[in-house]
């Protein structure tokens, strides 16, 4: 269970040349969103250029939240990677899709989706 108002836990792990972070809790202003930027830029620099978020177990994304996405997803970008979300929660969602992030960044319903098209 994450405690705290702005507490995310990030576990992050790989299969095959896709580095998966699993992220549980609250992606709001504060340290959840500094934790996430912190650990999209360490898979980065340990050479990840593949990197799929599975946001099955975020309950809350605002839009610092979705800033901190955005930048890892440029970042990747730019060095030639790609970033991806999956499991997308209904609340969490609907918020990508009001501001129209989904349309940018691939997104899947689950994880083996998102594997089979970044590998």
């Known amino acids: 269970m994450v405690s705290g108002m702005t507490t995310i836990r990030i576990a992050t792990r790989k299969i095959d040349s896709v580095t998966i972070l699993d992220l549980e809790g609250r992606l709001i202003l504060g340290s959840a969103t500094d ?4 650990a ?16 099955k177990s975020v309950t809350q994304v605002d ?4 800033s901190t996405i955005v930048r890892g997803f440029v970042s990747l970008e730019r060095s030639g990677g790609k970033l991806a979300v ?3 929660a209904e609340r969490v969602r ?21 594997l089979d098209r970044l590998r």
């Open 35 to 38: 934790s996430l930027g912190s």
């Open 40 to 55: 999209i830029q360490d898979a980065i620099a340990k050479g990840a250029r593949k990197i799929l978020l599975n946001l």
């Open 63 to 66: 839009t610092t939240g979705i």
């Open 86 to 88: 999956c499991n997308l």
């Open 94 to 114: 609907m918020v990508l899709d009001l501001t129209r992030l989904l349309n940018v960044i691939p997104n899947f319903p689950d994880e083996a989706a998102g």
